[in-house]
């Protein structure tokens, strides 16, 4: 009887510590779903105004891009970061730039050379963009809306959430 008690202990211990090891494994394995260096989803749902979901893409001599998405009753908003290193980034920031028009708002004290603009498109949807670099990193950033006239990102809204992710991703490339 002495031997069926300490088998069945001995089970039972081996049992609870593997189930400890399946748990332990869980957190590491939901956390690996968004590897975006510059923004986490969190920081991106804030932004964005409720639950975004993450993407990352990621190509050898391609600008490594991050997608945030927050779909609310058939609204969609998106928060845009794209991160290339180039020999010229100066140069590469001011073509960049050339694409807003007129409507250039220079950024003091986020990264080298930042600049927002508005970046809405021809349906009339409202956006915002931010351009800059951190010595040879460019980055790109935008938060759109498919709402005209979203009540979460208004133009205030938008030019205040801009400025905060561009905070964000220009303290994380130094």
Not at 102 to 107: F, H, I, N
Not at 126 to 155: A, H
Request: charged residues 20%; neutral net charge.
């Amino acid at each position: 009887m002495a031997n069926r008690w300490t088998f069945l202990g001995t089970s039972l211990r081996v049992v609870i510590v593997l189930l400890a090891i399946v748990i332990s494994a869980l957190p590491a394995r939901v956390l690996a779903e968004n590897h975006c260096a510059w923004l986490n989803e969190a920081t991106a749902s804030g932004l964005l105004g409720g639950d975004a979901v993450g993407d990352v893409s990621a190509a050898t001599g391609q600008p490594t891009v991050c997608t945030f998405t927050q779909t609310t009753d058939g609204v969609k908003r998106v928060l845009r970061i794209s991160v290339e290193v180039t020999a010229d980034a100066h140069a590469h920031v001011s073509a960049i730039e050339q694409g807003c028009g007129a409507d250039v708002s220079p950024l003091k004290a986020i990264g080298n050379e930042a600049a927002a603009c508005a970046a809405d498109d021809r349906k009339g949807l409202m956006g915002e963009r931010v351009v800059g670099r951190v010595r040879d990193q460019v980055f790109t950033i935008s938060i759109s809306s498919t709402l005209k006239n979203d009540p979460v990102l208004t133009r205030e809204a938008l030019k205040s959430r801009i400025y905060t992710a561009a905070e964000q991703v220009a303290g994380n490339l130094f």
